[in-house]
């Protein structure tokens, strides 16, 4: 008798033992769940940076009332444009159903005014006809800004596109010829005509134009999400809508078409319509 209660209460002790080690097993499975849910995305930006975030594959991204395309590896991309004076609110919900939202602090920044002189003054004040042109011509390049795709060539990080001295910032007010006119959409680097012209980031050709009224040759390389990069005033341009480029590979070469003083690459970058600094992009000083 005292033998079958000592198994009973070895029995019961046993089934304990087991229940709390099925209970602690579930609450660490449940702790290491939630531990894996992970954001990196900066907690502020200056306007005009392009922002590239990463959490747990799978995870829904929501900017605002945007929806942001995340990539297997769990990036996603965003712009703060030039004049933007909000926080940026980033609404995660993880595929365990968590959520979590970060509100970026957009520090704003002083915009110089800057003053260009002896450009064509057809370019600044153009008859009708003209005017009617440039439209048309903008509105084909804003088409393909518009692309959201799904590759994220971004995520891979960005080089100079040429090497030289910067002669014109991103966002200034710029004024020709004594005119006002749209403060500058990018980066301005003086090289010599010919140069070189190198896809800053891997991508798709989007649009290519030898001679547009304002930008001269003008190139649109798509790296995926909606970022773009545009290069102005090209002299040649070596490769065709459609075509896949690699970071690094040779696109065109400096020259000084269109509405401009001398040779130079006008690099613009985009999120969507968002118009951003290239040099607030995390790349090598330029000239080295």
Do not use: C
Request: aromatic share 6%; hydrophobic share 40%; charged share 20%.
């Amino acid at each position: 008798m005292r033998g079958r209660l000592r198994r009973a209460q070895s029995d019961s002790r046993f089934g304990r033992f087991v229940a709390v080690a099925l209970a602690i097993a579930a609450a660490l499975a449940g702790t290491t769940a939630t531990a894996a849910n992970t954001v990196t995305l900066p907690e502020r930006a200056s306007q005009g940076q392009l922002l590239v975030g990463q959490t747990t594959p799978g995870s829904t991204v929501k900017l605002r009332e945007r929806t942001l395309k995340v990539d297997p590896d769990g990036h996603f991309v965003f712009g703060i444009g030039r004049d933007e004076a909000r926080n940026a609110p980033v609404d995660i919900t993880f595929p365990d159903g968590e959520t979590r939202r970060i509100a970026v602090q957009v520090l704003k920044r002083d915009w110089p005014i800057e003053r260009v002189n002896g450009v064509p003054q057809s370019t600044v004040d153009p008859p009708p006809a003209i005017a009617a042109r440039i439209a048309r011509e903008q509105a084909a390049v804003a088409k393909e800004r518009s692309r959201d795709d799904a590759r994220s060539d971004f995520a891979q990080g960005f080089v100079w596109p040429v090497q030289g001295r910067i002669s014109g910032r991103f966002g200034r007010q710029r004024i020709y010829n004594g005119s006002p006119n749209a403060p500058h959409s990018g980066t301005d680097i003086a090289a010599p005509a010919g140069t070189a012209v190198r896809a800053p980031a891997a991508g798709i050709v989007t649009f290519a134009d030898r001679d547009l009224y304002l930008t001269g040759g003008t190139l649109l390389i798509d790296h995926g999400h909606g970022v773009s990069s545009s290069f102005l005033h090209l002299s040649r341009i070596d490769v065709s809508v459609g075509q896949r480029v690699e970071r690094g590979e040779t696109v065109a070469a400096v020259g000084a078409t269109g509405r401009a003083t001398g040779p130079h690459l006008h690099w613009g970058l985009n999120w969507l319509d968002v118009r951003l600094d290239p040099q607030l992009l995390e790349l090598p000083p330029p000239g080295r």
